[in-house]
């Protein structure tokens, strides 16, 4: 949801940005800018993504600056409503993630004293509201200006004459990187990995001084340090590494990434609150919460608690947030809807776990417990190995309380992913590749994977794709069956085969075209399948991660069939901080 970078060192800061924001393009692009002080402070914005038109910023002179690349929520992507915005005498340039709630009733104020504005975004009151308490010390005129900011950003703002770079966030994700003789500053990591490894996450409610002379951070006005942290992901983990796509990297790092998060975790001690509590209800969005909703299954038949999923967006609705333990699943951490459910459940005095990808995100500073997952960067924006890496701390965190239960089929996880990438997908392909839409069916821990092949199909390829429980499909979607509608049936050896098997011949006789996943020689599962995929032999939990392997690896090369841009597909942005 935006990217924000700056720069300040001896080096010309324009190449540096827009580096770094190639690295943030994944968290929105549809346009991108800079702002660069030199003399004045040039700005250039650009609608449309920086990895296909920057190449005449980098000439931009300057050594420091900020930068944006945007997913827009207010006002439509063009030139104008491109970042940075200034301020009325283009001294005051700011880059801005997240939303300025209040804005409308700010910019009639500012306008009423006679500020022009020249853009239909939230984030222009910011540079106009500084010029207004800006006297030369820029730190505090920021810190004037921010109490009066309802809703969230992470801001970095730069003004004509002041040699330093200001940063702040509240809700919004941002980290500053300790260079060489340089401060850069980010909303993730990743562009950071360039130049240094040490890093200082920020708190709600920080305000930084970045310059060449060092960082100042401080908090309700008092000087406050924090803890330099080492960034242990690589350079090579950032890059595509030979791949056509970051998505195929990640998936083809899925055996080695279900490993070494099962390594990691073998080493941690289980938290006292899961060991103890009575129920618990897990928060996610998106992939994260179909992650959610299948170990659901597995907690309730394996350890005999209750356990509830529910959607981070909704959570806010219910009145109490339910079982004992409330765990928030969140990939980057960051996204806003499972923040304020984690928020939401401390109100209520609730014990909390996350479950995250990122050292240092909010969601860690919001928990009682963080457990991480070990998937290394995902840059594509439709989540895999962060997928598989998250169903991998489920599946421990269940085998380590039902007394060892899953431990034997665990050990041979990334076989049966590895197995999976082997599979010939094109019969699959052709028939996707045609279709207007599209169903994923299963039952059990199958029918959060049919959601997530569902997912997957939708975000990458924009053909039309359901997840159903296959038991609900006659409850409706029948309707929409026919030979131009292909259906992908999650067919896995178990108790649900029977029921299963008998939904699939229902929905052959109404001529749809059957991609059939399954182990060869169940009854006679290949013959009335139109494409059989084999899974391959042993128990759920191999067939769980290969039928995931396998639904991704079909929606990416469908989509690259079709000729989708598969990291970076319309309209979607990878860390959505705004609910
Ligand atoms: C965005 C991404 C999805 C992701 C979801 C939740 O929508 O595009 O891939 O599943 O956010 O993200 P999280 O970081 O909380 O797991």
Redesign the pocket.
Known sequence: MCGIFGYCGQRRAAPIIIEGLKRLEYRGYDSFGIAVMDQGITVRKKQGKISLGASDLSRVKGKMGIGHTRWATHGEPNNQNAHPHLDCHDSIAVVHNGIIENYAGLKRELQARGHGFRSETDTEVIPHLIEEEFKGDLAAAVSAVLPRLEGSYALLVIATGCGEMVAARKRSPLVIGIGDRACLAASDVTPLLEHTERVIYLEDGDIASLSTGGIEIRHQGTRVKRPVQKIDWSLAEVKKGGFAHYMLKEIYEQPEVFSSTMRALKEEEIPDILQDTGGVTLV?????YHAALLCRYLIEEHCGIPARVELASEFKYFTSPGGDLVVG???????AD?LAAMQKARMFSHPTLAVTNVLGSTITRLADHTLFMRAGPEIS???TK?FIAELAVFFHLVDRLAGGALEHSLGRGHLAIGEALLQDLSQAVDLCRNAQSMFFVGRGPFYPLALEGALKMK?ITYIHAEGYAAGEIKHGPFALLSPETPVVALCPPGHAFPVMFSNIKEMKARGTPMIVLGVQGTQDLEEISDVFIPLPDGGIISHILASAALVQLLAYHTAVALGRDVDQPRN?????TVE
């Open positions: 996610a969005c998106g992939t994260s699943v969140s990939q980057s951490g960051e996204t499972t924006v439709a989540a962060s975000e979607l942005a990878k860390s959505v």
